[in-house]
Structure formats: C-alpha cells, structure tokens
C-alpha cells in the first residue's frame, strides 16, 4: 500500500535544539501538508507546496521554522531554535491534484522539547 | 482558524448502537470531509460530500450536508469497538486547503 512515511516518529530534545522532521509523500502526489495537531489547539496548518513549490507557510513561525521540499521524494520542517512551546505532533500529508481533494496523512512525528 | 467544530466532543455509546457526530462551520464552502484518527495514528480520509450534494453513504457510514444551515453529520451504523477512534470533519472554500475541526472522541465500549 502507498502510504506518507515519516521520521522520526518520536523526538525528544531540549529547548534551544534544532529539530528536522522528515516527509516521503506518495509517489505521484503533487501536493505536500504540514499540520501540527494540539489538544489545546486541534489540527493547524503550517505549511504546504504544490509541485515542490512552497505556496504558503503563514502558519508557522517565521523566525524559527522553515519548510522545504529538496526534491519530489522528501519534505522537511525544521525548528530552530526548539523550545517548549513547539511540543505537539506534526503530520505531513500528501495529495493529487488540487488542495482540497482527500488527502493522505502520516503516522505523525511527536515532538517534546524540554 | 478552525473552519469546521464538531459535535459532541466525546461520545461513548455500546458496541452496535449508531453514533451520529456533527460538524458545523462558518463561511460557505466547496467540499466537506470526514477523517478518522486511531490514537497515536495519522487521519484517515472516510468520505468527501459536496457542496451540491445532500446524503453521500459509504458501506456503514451516512454523510448528511445542509449548507443552509452550514452544518454535516456523520452516522455510524451498527458500530463495533473498531470504530472507537476520533473523528474530523475538515472543509475548503474553494481550491484551498483543509481546515479541520478539533474532532469528536467515540468510544464503542464491546
């Protein structure tokens, strides 16, 4: 089965640490999602690309996240610096086509900072 | 901003009784879906209504739409401890992404 693969799966660090989260979307996905997901405050997203090409990241803080896509296989976020507040996890998510067609997500990356 | 807001937030019921969740949202929209999230698990899609669309049903699942009053349902048939799971609905305004809703909690206790 085609599925969104993840890593790591579980990341603990300590506040001040740069984390890297890892994405591989389905083969032939065009569009790439960044959520991160809260009890406080649900799912939100931070930021997504179609074909490779960032398309809004006003989701996220600027001063301490980025998002790429390198190449069509691999999306990464990055936290630098990590700090407490930034624990929650974070799921990456694919789809064909345009934004709101169904999307396919992954296991999710929780993310502690202490 | 959360689009969508689903409720109850929690729902326990007994193994073979129906659960129905809502969602309702704000500002007119494309399409409507609903997710399930097995804990500790990535959302799975369940179904996709849209907006000109009343009733979708899929094996045990009834979608209801009723733009008028900006709000869906989501029925569960006959439901099992399987279905114990939270459950998102998540809306587009148009080629936009998803917004989801904080989800309601379903417990089928066997």
């Known amino acids: 089965d085609a599925r969104v693969t993840q890593t790591p799966r579980h990341k603990v660090t300590e506040m001040g640490q740069e984390v890297t989260m890892r994405c591989q979307p389905i083969?032939?996905?065009?569009?790439v999602f960044w959520y991160r997901q809260t009890m406080m405050q649900g799912l939100e997203l931070l930021a997504y690309?179609?074909?490779?090409?960032?398309?809004?990241d006003s989701g996220m803080p600027k001063d301490r996240f980025s998002a790429e896509m390198p190449d069509a296989t691999l999306a990464t976020l990055k936290i630098q610096p990590s700090e407490p507040r930034d624990s929650a996890v974070y799921f990456c998510?694919?789809?064909?086509?345009?934004?709101?067609?169904?999307?396919?997500f992954g296991s999710g990356t929780q993310l502690s900072v202490l | 901003s959360q689009q969508g807001e689903e409720d109850p937030q929690a729902l326990s019921i007994q193994e073979g009784e129906n659960a129905t969740m809502n969602c309702s949202y704000k500002?007119?929209?494309?399409?409507l879906q609903w997710y399930r999230q097995n804990s500790g698990r990535g959302l799975v899609h369940l179904i996709l209504?849209?907006?000109?669309?009343r009733e979708k049903h899929s094996g045990r699942l009834r979608v209801t739409l009723d733009t008028s009053k900006k709000s869906s349902s989501l029925l569960i048939t006959a439901s099992r401890a399987a279905d114990t799971a939270s459950y998102f609905c998540?809306?587009?305004?148009?080629?936009?992404?998803?917004?989801f809703g904080k989800g309601t909690r379903l417990s089928v206790i066997a």
């Open positions: 998510a694919s789809g064909r086509g345009s934004l709101n067609e169904k999307l396919f």
């Open positions: 083969l032939g996905h065009n569009t």
């Open positions: 690309f179609r074909n490779r090409a960032p398309l809004d």
């Open positions: 500002t007119s929209i494309n399409n």
């Open positions: 209504i849209r907006s000109n669309e």
């Open positions: 998540a809306t587009d305004a148009g080629n936009t992404p998803l917004v």
